[in-house]
């Protein structure tokens, strides 16, 4: 089963807030990934921006149900932030959750910034 895989970019791939698609190829999902990126090592990584269908008021986050962030997230420190980023009509007062789930540290949308679980220190 494949997980993700952090990468570093070329700020300059990006012109004007958008990706230069030419420059890309799918990745394991087929979503498209920029073809000169550098892996980077997890440990190293202060935040993680993480997008989901759906978050609720805990940082608990709604995804498509095959576990792929979950599984990313807990491979990181407990010290790396944990940052959900949606709209704020798809914030629920509370989602079902599972064990496997790995909470949002803060939870941010146009209109607020959401604490949701505790940060490791």
């Known amino acids: ?6 990468v570093s970019v070329d700020p300059s791939f990006i012109a004007a807030g958008a990706w230069h ?21 997890a440990a190293g990584l202060a935040a993680v921006l993480v997008p989901g269908l759906a978050f609720d008021a805990h940082g608990n986050r709604l995804g498509r149900g095959a576990g792929v962030y979950d599984r990313f997230l807990a491979t990181l420190p407990p010290s790396v932030l944990r940052v959900g980023l949606c709209p704020e009509a798809l914030v629920a ?29």
């Open 93 to 121: 007062p509370a989602l079902p959750t599972e064990p496997h789930d790995v909470p949002m540290h803060f939870v941010v949308t146009e209109r607020r910034v959401i604490a949701g679980a505790p940060v490791a220190r």
């Open 1 to 6: 089963m494949s997980t993700l895989q952090c």
């Open 21 to 41: 698609r030419d420059g890309c190829e799918p990745d394991a999902w087929g979503m498209p990934v920029p073809r000169d990126h550098v892996p980077v090592r």
